[in-house]
């Protein structure tokens, strides 16, 4: 995702693998230069570490896969609240994220860091770099990520628990409170996107985190991502009873951290995902 590694340039998060569930079902060289012809920001080969790491193929996809189908279920809870406040609104996540070929599952390294955020660092100062020093501020564009629980590894590739309190997922809510998202072992959180707040008419709001690193210099973060998200022609159309002022809300806008774009700047009405998402990535270039 582009606007995200922008957003993570001066931090030390790098994206391993990246798997595209669309592909698996792409069987010939001509059929998958024509999708990624078509979709250029959209589709990549999947590439795997078969000789080094044989067994990781099967067991990314099948967490993949588990992700996928309980996003479904959190997507269908969604229609259902959505429905009851939103007059005309006609419930379409969980077919979109059931049926859609784009959704994408990736592992996420970050990098042990030269030095956390400072004892004297304000944790409710979200407006301070070094606060968000594994991953910067940011709203994920599409409909639902889905997160597992991450895990902390030493120089030597250990597994240890994390040796910083303060360190991890922060969120913010729609009124500015911060939270500090601690993900329970054998969860999965998950986290709405701006194509949710769109298709609801801004009765679900994206949701802003960002990534405090750990102090110590020696411990890196390893997690797991689902990203959720409509085809490339899907449309990006309010319910018939929402506005784009519903969509974003004043509230929810002027507390998100100044480096988010609002949607207001990157999407109009009669917008596909993909042209929504070329308007986001070349928002962050």
């Known amino acids: 995702n582009r606007k995200e590694l922008l957003n993570c340039m001066d931090s030390n998060r790098k994206e391993l693998l ?6 698996q079902s792409i069987h010939t060289d ?12 959209f589709f990549a080969p999947n590439v795997w570490p078969s000789n080094h790491l044989p067994e990781l193929e099967s067991a990314f996809q099948e967490v993949g ?40 599952a990736r592992l996420l390294h970050y990098f042990p860091t030269e030095d ?3 004892d004297d660092d304000n944790e409710n100062n979200t407006e301070d ?8 501020w940011h709203n994920d564009h599409g409909s ?3 997160l597992l629980p991450a895990i902390y590894l030493d120089g030597n590739g250990k597994i240890v628990d994390c040796p910083d309190s303060k360190a991890g997922l922060y969120c913010k809510s729609r009124n500015g409170v911060l939270v500090h998202a601690k993900i329970p072992e054998n969860a999965i959180a998950f986290q709405v996107g701006e194509t949710a707040q ?15 690193g750990c102090k110590g210099g020696t411990v890196s973060r390893e997690t797991f991502a689902v990203f959720m998200e409509p085809e490339y022609h899907s449309s990006m159309e309010l319910p018939v009873s929402r506005t784009l002022e519903d969509t974003q809300c004043i509230e929810a806008e002027q507390s998100l951290p100044s480096n988010v774009r609002t949607i207001s700047k ?14 986001t990535f070349a928002a962050f270039y």
């Not at 990246?18 to 592909?23: I, K, M, P, R, T």
């Open 198 to 212: 769109i298709h609801t008419g801004g009765w679900l709001q994206a949701t802003p985190h960002a990534v405090r």
């Open 144 to 146: 639902l990520t889905g």
């Open 116 to 118: 956390g955020a400072s």
């Open 65 to 104: 896969q588990l992700v996928h189908e309980v996003g479904g279920m959190v997507a269908k809870c969604c229609d259902s609240y959505v429905s009851a406040h939103c007059p005309g609104y006609e419930p379409k996540l969980e077919s979109i994220l059931r049926h859609s070929k784009c959704c994408k």
């Open 129 to 136: 770099t070094k606060f968000s020093n594994w991953c910067g």
């Open 266 to 279: 990157r999407w109009k009405l009669g917008m596909t995902f993909g042209e929504f998402s070329n308007a």
């Open 30 to 41: 001509d059929e998958l230069r024509k999708l990624a012809q078509a979709n250029p920001a």
């Open 18 to 23: 990246n798997w595209d569930e669309s592909l």
